[in-house]
């Protein structure tokens, strides 16, 4: 005599192996887009896990902020630790030397040594003073850095009075672009590196800035507004992520919401555990990891993520 199995009996064996089973949301994927397969749990041990970064061979880094550790997650699907002591490493990039440069939420963004053992200052201090808590960061073909400075996990008073969006170039200088978004989290550049994303978390409202030349913006205007949990909710973003075809993947309460270079949404893309960033990885690109709290998911997309100088 054959047993059915009840869906929540198969939804936890399931997930005691990895796996989740996907609602219409999760298998209907965005036309072009994906996803084009159930959601996997690659790991699932941490405090707080941020930062999602590739490097050229597909493998993906990520932070476990309160452990203050670096992950690598290879090609193959196995973890190990890259780095024991990160400083409250958040948002990652590789570099085209290989390194994986990191915001260090205790106040800089440095760049570790392919294999984790060295760690290099970019920068730590703008106008004399170090950073509240640098969050996320985008390199740009100049080889310099973009990155976000919020509040969060910074001392009071914060060191820089305000928060804001700083440029850092090859030779070490750095400057302030943007401080009048209430805690600018996540930052992304467009593929053709002339549009300057950046997610605050403290509005719906998700902004956008012609870049003008190297570390140099125009005018901000809104990109898009973030579907929210209430009606009357004004949750901002949180990381982000671009694919090929110049789409972006926003991290928010309801999930990775997506809009296309226009700013017109696609869809959301669920997921067990709210996410706090993402990236495309693996060999062909075409895996999309997600950073949630304790875990770490990944989806099989249709389309290509969009490789970062030195990815």
Known sequence: M?????????????????????????????????PTGPVQKMDGKYAFTEGPAVDADGNVYF????????????TAGKVTVFREKSNHSNGLMVNAKGEVVA????????????DGKDRRVIADK???????????????????????????????????????????????????????????NGVRLSPDEKTLYVFPSGQKKQMAYVVESTGKLGAGKVFCELEQLKADGNGGGDGATIDVKGNVYIT??????VFDPTGKKLGTIKFPEQPSNATFGGKDMKTLYVTARTSVYSYPMDVAGHRYPGK
């Open 252 to 257: 928010s309460a309801l999930g990775l919401q």
């Open 63 to 74: 932070s476990d902020i309160p452990a203050e550790k670096i992950h690598k997650i290879d």
């Open 126 to 184: 703008y106008d004399g003073k170090r950073f509240n808590a640098p969050n996320d960061l985008v390199l740009d073909k100049a080889g310099g850095v973009y990155f976000t400075d919020p509040a969060f996990r910074a001392p009071t008073p914060l060191p820089q009075g305000k928060t804001a969006v700083y440029y850092v170039d090859a030779a070490g200088k750095v400057t302030r672009l943007i401080d009048d978004l209430p805690n600018p």
């Open 2 to 34: 054959t047993r059915c199995i009840s869906i929540p009996a198969l939804a936890g064996l399931l997930l005691a192996f990895g796996f989740t089973l996907a609602d219409d949301k999760k298998t209907d994927g965005i036309p072009g887009v994906g």
């Open 103 to 114: 915001c260090e939420m205790d106040g800089a963004i440095v760049a570790f040594s392919a």
